[in-house]
């Protein structure tokens, strides 16, 4: 069974920084593309970025390019998304997810199996 579990949500300012980590198990998982989105109450969930298992390859969706950085850390089974020069539009609930049979491009929530139960990011202005 993969468990996956966010931490690392705050409130901030704009402009500041904030990094969100994701422990997951079991250590099959490091063999995994694995994926953010991030959600906002009556709105579907966005695509934020995503890594392939190696860390080498990585997307990230329009809005948060240049300013946040996937990374995972295989030996420690965690995943990273280090957010810089945060904005208000940036608050939403952060959510990490993965599953065995998808490509590091989707970008499409649905078709993700395993989710861990998010973490809230509030960006103040």
């Known amino acids: 069974q993969v468990e996956l579990y966010e931490s690392g949500g705050a409130l901030v300012q704009a402009g500041e920084s904030l990094r969100l980590s994701c422990v997951f198990a079991?250590?099959?998982?490091?063999?995994?593309?694995m994926a953010w989105f991030r959600q906002v109450p009556e709105k579907e969930r966005e695509f934020v970025a995503s890594?392939?298992?190696?860390?080498?390859?990585?997307y990230y969706g329009e809005s948060v390019k240049g300013r946040f950085t996937i990374s995972r850390d295989n030996s420690i089974n965690t995943l990273y998304l280090q957010m810089d020069s945060l904005k208000p539009d940036d608050t939403a609930v952060y959510y990490c997810?993965?599953?065995?049979?998808?490509?590091?491009?989707?970008?499409?929530?649905?078709?993700?199996?395993?989710w861990g139960r998010g973490t809230q990011v509030t960006v103040s202005s």
């Open positions: 997810s993965t599953d065995p049979e998808k490509r590091v491009s989707e970008a499409r929530w649905g078709e993700y199996t395993y």
């Open positions: 079991p250590r099959t998982v490091t063999r995994y593309a």
């Open positions: 890594i392939d298992w190696t860390g080498g390859v990585e």
